[in-house]
């Protein structure tokens, strides 16, 4: 019986969010060992109360066509938003530096786009971090500081 349990609760852990083509797949991620996970931090401005993304999530091989899909979880929701993971299509941007992968920015690849949205009406300051593992067994974890500005109205 135990053991069933753990098969459970193991299958529960290894589902992951996907969104693709209008269907959802919810999908969690076990959580990331500390240790073994590259932490990144950004910060990005938002407008109150707009979806906006906050990153893009990829993994290319040497011949530009994708590896797979970063699998990520909320490891700190914001205070004063939401969170949610979908499943683009977008450009890869790779320093010319990397020779080796800089010719995979003109083509589309797909990855997991993370998108923040703040609650109606919310200003200031909030913070939110994700974390998972991408397609080769890379951990990371990135933390997100946002400026909520006001909704202008306008033209």
Same mark, same amino acid.
């Given at each position: 019986m135990l053991s069933q349990i753990s098969r459970i609760t193991a299958i529960t852990a290894i589902a992951s969010i996907v969104l693709l083509s209008g269907c959802v797949a919810v999908v969690a991620v076990p959580r990331v060992p500390a240790k073994q996970a590259r932490t990144s931090r950004f910060e990005r401005g938002a407008v109150s109360g707009v979806a906006q993304r906050m990153g893009f999530f990829y993994a290319v091989n040497a011949d530009c066509t994708s590896s797979g899909l970063t699998r990520l979880n909320i490891a700190k929701p914001p205070a004063h938003g939401s969170v949610s993971f979908v499943v683009i299509e977008d450009y890869p941007t790779f320093p010319r530096s990397n020779a080796e992968y800089?010719?995979?920015n003109k083509r589309r690849t797909p990855g997991v786009s993370v998108v923040y949205r703040s609650t109606d009406d919310f200003t200031g300051a909030d913070d939110f971090s994700v974390e998972g593992v991408g397609p080769?067994? *890379?951990?990371? *974890?990135v933390e997100y500081f946002v400026t909520v500005l006001p909704h202008g109205g306008g033209d």
């Open positions: 800089y010719a995979c080769k067994g *890379r951990f990371l *974890r």
